[in-house]
């Protein structure tokens, strides 16, 4: 079992738990994730680790409430307990040897995004980073990007914190000023890291990006996590997260992301009306 030492709400849709998990924390590394099961009803969910704390012994992770598993961990408390914290699993982000790097997270992959800029910025690299949200609303951890950053640069859809436009006008914009980034990590939606990866394949700059594909045991077993990159059949959990962005089959992966969007709509549907005291029809 495994206790959540603190919760803390980013903002009405995404949440932040500290878990106190000593032994994944010595060992996890920027770009891992863990699998975790609230109880021994419940399935198995992939979330990349935001941070971690060897002396508290502590993992972060940052999710956002959209289907059944995440709402229901969203409805557990500080002090409560999660049944399996597995961990850490994938293959750390490749950082070394970089001086110049751009940072790219879309909504909540900046949370994702954030260890890698955070372990860059204490390698001694100079790290910009650029965050797109929907709206002002959805804005998170923006101290906590600024403080390991040399820019910060947050946009919005809608243009309510000041800045229109998405992440790849900033990064162009960026580029054309004469940055030369040795390397380029997006992490977020699937369409924004394709984006961006099309970008920077024009500037022949090297880009990563972290897939979270469908997964179901984060060991290679199931299969279900499978993608296309280079021509090659990987599999995300122990192949990746990250892979070269200018490798992805990303039509495929993005139409494979749509393939239980039913399934799980099903599933919350009935999560909610249990909440509500409702019965199935």
């Not at 580029?175 to 394949?201: C, F």
């Amino acid at each position: 079992m495994f206790r959540i030492a603190k919760k803390r709400a980013l903002n009405p849709q995404v949440t932040l738990m500290e878990i106190e998990a000593p032994r994944i924390a010595k060992k996890v590394k920027p770009g891992q994730f863990i699998m975790l099961r609230i109880d021994e009803f419940g399935e198995r969910i992939p979330l990349t680790v935001a941070d971690f704390d060897v002396g508290a012994g502590t993992v972060t992770i940052i999710f956002q409430k959209v289907g059944k598993t995440t709402m229901a961990l969203g409805e557990l408390s500080e002090g409560s307990f999660i049944l399996d914290f597995a961990g850490p699993l994938g293959v750390p982000t490749h950082l070394k040897g970089y001086k110049h790097a751009a940072v790219i997270g879309g909504g909540l992959g900046t949370a994702i995004a954030y260890p890698q800029a955070k372990a860059l910025h204490r390698m001694g690299a100079s790290v910009d980073v650029v965050a797109g949200f929907r709206s002002k609303d959805l804005i998170i951890l923006e101290d906590e990007v600024r403080a390991i950053s040399d820019h910060t640069y947050i946009t919005t859809d809608d243009g309510s914190n000041g800045s229109k436009g998405f992440v790849t006008d900033v990064l162009k914009s960026l580029i054309e000023q004469g940055n030369h980034y040795d390397v380029v990590i997006a992490i977020g939606p699937l369409v924004m890291m394709r984006a961006v990866s099309n970008l920077t394949k024009a500037y022949g700059i090297k880009t990563i990006v972290s897939l979270n594909t469908t997964m179901i045991d984060g060991t290679g077993m199931c299969g279900g996590c499978r993608v296309t990159v280079g021509g090659e059949i990987k599999f995300a959990c122990v192949d990746g997260p990250d892979f070269d962005g200018h490798l992805v089959d990303f039509d495929e992966a993005i139409m494979r992301s749509q393939m239980y969007k039913a399934s799980e709509r099903e599933a919350l549907d009935r999560h909610q009306c249990r909440l509500e005291g409702k019965q199935d029809a």
